[in-house]
T-cell receptor, first 115, second 112 residues
Framework: DQQVKQNSPSLSVQEGRISILNCDYTNSMFDYFLWYKKYPAEGPTFLISISSIKDKNEDGRFTVFLNKSAKHLSLHIVPSQPGDSAVYFCAASEFYGGSQGNLIFGKGTKLSVKP | NAGVTQTPKFRILKIGQSMTLQCAQDMNHNYMYWYRQDPGMGLKLIYYSVGAGITDKGEVPNGYNVSRSTTEDFPLRLELAAPSQTSVYFC???????????FGPGTRLTVT
């Protein structure tokens, strides 16, 4: 059973507009969430994260929103640029037993930003 | 810093062969991880290590083995390769007290 779900396999956006990537989770014990960006033939690159004690975290053009009651998070990219075209993975982590928790990944959403 | 490095980048194995995927990091991270990514899927954790001499199974450990004799290196061993092990393998590392993991460039493995 998937604990982290990215229900949109792909998203196409015009350059300069907002990109919104969504992620849902089922495990209420997750307390930390991360977004990774992946270009073809490269490893995932950490983009931005958010702790469950917050509902928003911003870093430049990237903002992550967390709605704990809905078990939903989203990544907003404003303005979108062609270089943002990549696969975006949502990941979640649960802290337990002194371990810092392993990451559970969604299947990814492929973002295409058209000039 | 080179970050996380992986060798080889590509490999083709015949069924039943064995090989070791190499992973090294120069960030002095205690935590290291091995993932596999199949087409259209997210990353699945194979094995992880919280420090030299300590390893543990992840979600999909069958058919793999690991060792961690130093902080820097975390090799992944495939014994008796099977077509189901055709995948892209990523190694990652992370510092203690932080959840972020930093990934290597990956190894694309084909078993035929």
């Amino acid at each position: 059973d998937q604990q982290v779900k990215q229900n949109s396999p792909s998203l196409s956006v015009q350059e300069g507009r907002i990109s919104i990537l969504n992620c849902d989770y089922t495990n209420s014990m997750f307390d930390y969430f991360l977004w990774y960006k992946k270009y073809p033939a490269e490893g995932p690159t950490f983009l931005i994260s958010i702790s469950s004690i917050k509902d928003k975290n911003e870093d430049g053009r990237f903002t992550v929103f967390l709605n704990k009651s809905a078990k939903h998070l989203s990544l907003h990219i404003v303005p979108s640029q062609p270089g943002d075209s990549a696969v975006y993975f949502c990941a979640a982590s649960e802290f337990y037993g002194g371990s810092q928790g392993n990451l559970i990944f969604g299947k990814g959403t492929k973002l295409s930003v058209k000039p | 810093n080179a970050g996380v490095t992986q060798t080889p980048k590509f490999r083709i194995l015949k069924i039943g062969q064995s090989m070791t995927l190499q992973c090294a990091q120069d960030m002095n991270h205690n935590y290291m991880y091995w993932y596999r990514q199949d087409p259209g899927m997210g990353l699945k954790l194979i094995y992880y290590s919280v420090g030299a001499g300590i390893t543990d199974k992840g979600e999909v450990p069958n058919g793999y083995n690991v060792s961690r004799s130093t902080t820097e290196d975390f090799p992944l061993r495939l014994e008796l390769a099977a077509p189901s092990q055709t995948s892209v393998y990523f190694c990652a590392s992370g510092p203690s007290g932080r959840r972020e993991q930093y990934f290597g460039p990956g190894t694309r493995l084909t078993v035929t």
